[in-house]
């Protein structure tokens, strides 16, 4: 995941960030290291200002004119197909 490299390029620190979800650093960080939940995920997007699928890829890597992009799991290396709706 990309997110120690989103809060780098924001200008922010660990500790800034877990205030803002309102939760402990040690606990973030844990995340961070972890298997974080859809929720955890989604509540760090937002307090980072960025969308949930940029925590895995950053948008240079994505491919222009293309709905779909196929991305690799960092953690089992299994090939994940998303699929941006229209919506």
Excluded: Y
């Amino acid at each position: 995941m990309r997110i120690r490299d989103i809060i780098e390029q924001k200008g922010i620190t660990t500790k800034e960030l877990a205030e803002r979800m309102g939760i402990s650093q040690s606990a973030l960080n844990q995340h961070i290291s972890g298997n974080p939940s859809i929720k955890v995920l989604t509540s760090i997007a937002s307090n980072l200002g960025v969308d949930i699928w940029e925590l895995f890829v950053s948008p240079e890597e994505v491919r222009p004119n293309s709905d779909t992009t196929v991305l690799t799991c960092p953690k089992c290396g299994a090939k994940l197909k998303v699929i941006e709706s229209k919506d």
